[in-house]
């Protein structure tokens, strides 16, 4: 909990999922980690707190930058290739991962980290007029600014536009329904597989994440890939991803693509060592054996790792080098040119040509 004081603004609005306790505070109900507040005092996500009685979030409207990115970056590899996606974060996060690579906005107890503004409307046209086919949430967990995520996805809808959420899915049964009936595509940190390294490394628990995982699968139409960061010694045994996978096969099925990605020493683990290549090499051996049938590197030059391969015949589908799509061998109905086996995902007629590039954009200008 912080003290750190809560003023009224344009950037604060009240939130639906909380409730009061009969000892006079209220319960944050967005996430499991149920902060309990006396006024005046932020959640651990530090944007989510007490106002007058009631939860209020304290930065809808407010970003710490916009940038059109590729969708490959999120990472998503089967959903809408090629593509220009609007891509903006606030600052916080309800997960405390002392390996957190976005820390000084997901960390951020500065307001000044938030240094640019837009209302949801505003930012759909934006993302409109620059080309771009989706908008993600991303940087920090959108989960956090739910209201200002849900607006905004509202408003690209209007617009025909899609909907990213990049998460690492720790949100509470009722928040979740609510958050992914907005969404059509999300990329989920699955960050580990044991509870051990929740709890030790990321300061949550893995079960809700798994709930949320399976709810995605099983009740929703979200295309979701999921994406684990590989650090030595910490979640990155043979024995950890053989069972990791075995569960992704079982109980989301063999066609969600796993992203394996390599650390690098930044924030609160400076002192352990980068990835090496051969640690997510084998990590997408595993998981191919154990039946998934899209699995990617990340992080690295791995040209083979991050394509796309068809899971019957074998053939190159989608070549990828980094964000730089290549040789495409899928029908515009999303089929296996070689031998027309449908390839999982959300796919166009044609591809995009975005390829690697960033683009800045300032919203207040």
Known sequence: MSDFPIESGASVVPTHYWHRLDDGRVQCDVCPRECKLHEGQRGLCFVRGCLDGQVVLTTYGRSSGFVVDPIEKKPLNHFLPGTPVFSFGTAGCNLACKFCQNWDMSKSREMDTLADAASPEAIARVAEETG?????????????????????????????LKTVAVTAGYVSPGA????????????VDLKGFTERFYHKICGGHLQPVLDTLVYLKHHTDVWFELTTLLIPGENDSPEEIDEMTRWVVEHLGPDVPMHFTAFHPDYKMLEHPPTPPETLLRAREIALRNGVQYAYTGNVHDKAGQSTWCPHCGGLVIERDWYQLGDWHLDPEGRCAHCATPIAGVFEARPGDW????????MSR
């Not at 979740?176 to 990329?187: G, V, Y």
């Not at 390829?355 to 800045?360: M, T």
């Open 132 to 160: 771009c086919r989706s908008v993600a949430f991303t940087y920090n967990d959108p989960v956090i600014f739910f209201e200002y995520a849900v607006d905004v996805a509202r408003a690209c809808r209007e617009r025909g």
């Open 176 to 187: 979740r329904e609510d958050f992914f009936a907005h969404m059509d595509a999300a990329n």
């Open 355 to 362: 390829g690697p590039r960033r683009q800045v954009v300032r």
